[in-house]
């Protein structure tokens, strides 16, 4: 089920153009951020990082830096309003959607495989500090 090498094979299939891809660089960060912010229920610790074992099982270097921005997403967040998350995530999904119709003239991988959620930030690990 969490095989890294299909799973990033499946998702690479629906994000060949360079503009999709950039728009992912942008847009995944985003919606990322929003969702440790929705999970900081309580206290500082977004429950977003319960997620990061995955990335720990897939690569250790990928999960290092996934908990690298998972945490500073979660210092920064409790300083901001609410409000600034959902902006994120519509921000970001509107990229995702534009890289897709604009760029690859498909659907997101995410309609179809939502173990893409976890993949997606992977990917732009990849595109940003190279292969992991």
Not at 4 to 20: F, M, P, V
Request: include cysteine; proline fraction near 5%; hydrophobic fraction near 55%.
């Amino acid at each position: 089920m969490l095989d890294y090498k299909r799973l990033s094979a499946d998702y690479a299939s629906y994000h060949l153009t360079e503009g999709n891809q950039r728009s992912h660089v942008v847009g995944i960060p985003l919606i990322v951020f929003a969702v440790v912010k929705w999970t900081q229920i309580g206290s500082a610790f977004p429950l977003a990082a319960l997620a990061l074992p995955v990335y720990f099982m897939w690569n250790r270097r990928l999960g290092w830096i996934m908990t690298g921005f998972i945490g500073a997403c979660a210092a920064v967040s409790v300083v901001l309003p609410m409000w600034t998350a959902l902006a994120a995530f519509i921000i970001g999904w509107a990229f995702q959607i534009y890289g897709h119709k604009a760029h690859e003239k498909n659907s997101p991988a995410l309609l179809d495989n939502l173990t893409h959620a976890l993949i997606g930030p992977a990917f732009v690990v990849e595109k940003l500090a190279g292969k992991c």
